[in-house]
């Protein structure tokens, strides 16, 4: 396998010894001049961090970053392996305790199988958006729905509308073949959550109002990660399903970007593994459970110098809502610990420290690539903001 110091330098930069296992070189990125610190021996492909513009890479990410490589492109080039979790069989059995007072167990239809590559047929995005649009449309005119949301969720009507979420007030059966598929599409009642990466429905997730299983993934759905862009990219929150990122997004954007596999063992793809291995700090904010603890060692072994632990203090974030626990300070409590673990991106400690009591995120790209100068000045708004 191909060492990151063998990339370095077949890009023709000068690379010094400087101990037994530490290396230094300019930076390819920002042309510092022996800011650039590589360590060969570690990990498989080995590290490399910029003290002067903080990029931290691996092989691949390196790649990805230098060279505008896709990850399965990266990998290859490195003759890196990239091994993905056999799928299983999501089939339910109904619960005996879902037995109705006529004594008949209620149809439950399994899960439909993940299709893990590529984008849905045109036809199949076509008629999803005709659907999600119906659906956003009954969820706005339904107050009562609106509301438990919030209350329930943390999420507000303005972020429901932003990320268009939906409502299906009843169990529907449509024909296949407008969406590009053979057979029937069933449809539960419940809240639709739909997936649009770059303006595209990709899949549609369907929480449901009662019954097991709680999730129904509409077959042709994609399984990708749900990826909300908050206001920054150097902070990423990795969490399980969709209602955690929601909420993360409702309280937190502003200072973190996060992201839900919608399970454990679902790993993201080119896109979002190049957003990682640029961002400063990843927070493992999976469930406090044995699945999530299993699940973060994926994470924490391809991005060591960004990985960081930071449990909930319930089951997950929506639990912690529920139990009226500031979820906003959580995260900021996750971010200075990762920050001073890590030693990184000093010059904005301070400014976490002093918005840290602010109810509401900033507005719209107030982190977003600002200069020590701009972090100050923002930081003493902040703080008279606070008085």
Known sequence: MTNILDLIQSDGLTTKKVSGSEHHSPCPVCGGKDRFIIWPEKGETG????????????????LMTVHSMTFPEAAEAIGKTVRYPARKNRSRIPNRATVTTRATVPTVEPIAEPEATGLPAPAWSETAELFITWAAGNLQGNPE??????????????????????????????PGAAWGLDGELSFPAGIVIPNIIDGV???????????EPKYHLVRGSKVLPYLLPGEVTGTLAVVEGEFDALLLWEVARDVCTPI???????HPGGVVMALIARASVLLDCLDNDEPGENAGVWWRDWFPLQYHRWKPSRKDPGEMHQKRENVRRWIFDGIRAALRVREIWPGKLDFY????????????????????????RAALMAEMRRL
């Open 353 to 376: 420290e002093a918005v840290d009591a602010l109810g509401e995120p900033f507005p719209a790209n107030m982190l977003a690539d600002l200069s020590e100068e701009e972090i100050e």
């Open 260 to 266: 839900a596999g919608g399970g454990c063992a679902n």
């Open 201 to 211: 429905p990709v899949s549609v997730k369907i929480r449901r109002e009662s019954g």
């Open 145 to 174: 729905r609106l509301e438990r949301l919030h209350r329930e969720r943390g999420i507000t009507p303005a972020t429901v509308e932003r990320w268009r979420l939906g409502w299906n007030p009843k169990p529907l059966k449509r």
């Open 47 to 62: 590290r490399a961090w910029c003290r002067q513009c903080n990029l931290k890479v691996d092989g691949p990410g390196y």
